[in-house]
């Protein structure tokens, strides 16, 4: 059991470059969900999606781009990438949006490290 | 404007002793607190949560201490270890998102 699979753990790409950053989880969450760390941020959500289909706007989305076409795999996208969105970017999942249960919590991706020049 | 606070970035602890990490919330909608934990390269974990109908929460050497009046929660873990050194997440949830704080970092120290 897998759990959450992020790719790439490090890049770096120049500005104006495009990526797409992968994120896969293997134990059939409906919720999944993309959060990006800054120093003295704290955790953000960028992007976020309750079932394939379906994805909605987080706290910070500009400058990201997301789609759900499978209950598996919910990709993050920088179309052209800004310095400021030199960051560690988590994905993570979990049964459903009902967080107010203690079996649905977040189960979080390892991370990717991307650095724009 | 932060939603959940953190306002202690570091602490220092030695082993044995009770660390007490503290987070503060603004929106009364909250209804469900988790504490997540993080070592470095690596995600975040959960680690232990309460929910609003609930004031204390408890597993093992973790308590987790809710006071809704005071829109306050905080972690307790007695005896601290070295192993506990980590980045310590405060995140609270009103059903559809969660809402993290900024983190304290914990050294226990041997």
């Known amino acids: 059991n897998a759990g959450v699979t992020q790719t790439p753990k490090f890049q770096v790409l120049k500005t104006g470059q495009s990526m797409t950053l992968q994120c896969a989880q293997d134990?059939?969450?409906?919720?999944m969900s993309w959060y990006r760390q800054d120093p003295g941020m704290g955790l953000r959500l960028i992007h976020y999606s309750v079932g394939a289909g379906i994805t909605d706007q987080g706290e910070v989305p500009n400058g990201y781009n997301v789609s759900r076409s499978t209950t598996e795999d919910f990709p993050l996208r920088l179309l052209s990438a800004a310095p400021s969105q030199t960051s560690v970017y988590f994905c993570a999942s979990s049964y459903s949006n009902g967080f107010n249960s203690g079996a649905n919590v977040l189960t979080f991706g390892a991370g990717s490290r991307l650095t724009v020049l | 404007d932060q939603q959940v606070k953190q306002n202690s970035p570091s602490l220092s602890v030695q082993e044995g002793r009770i660390s007490i990490l503290n987070c503060d919330y603004t929106?009364?909608?909250?209804?469900?607190f988790l504490w997540y934990k993080k070592y470095p390269a690596e995600g975040p974990t959960f680690l232990i949560s309460?929910?609003?109908?609930?004031d204390k929460n408890e597993d093992g050497r973790f308590t987790v201490f809710l006071n809704k009046s005071a829109k306050h929660l905080s972690l307790h873990i007695v005896p601290s270890q070295p192993g506990d050194s980590a980045v310590y997440f405060c995140?609270?949830?009103?059903?559809?998102?969660?809402?993290f704080g900024t983190g304290t970092s914990l050294t226990v120290i041997p």
């Open positions: 134990m059939n969450h409906e919720y």
């Open positions: 309460i929910s609003s109908i609930k």
């Open positions: 929106n009364s909608m909250f209804d469900y």
């Open positions: 995140a609270a949830s009103d059903g559809n998102q969660f809402y």
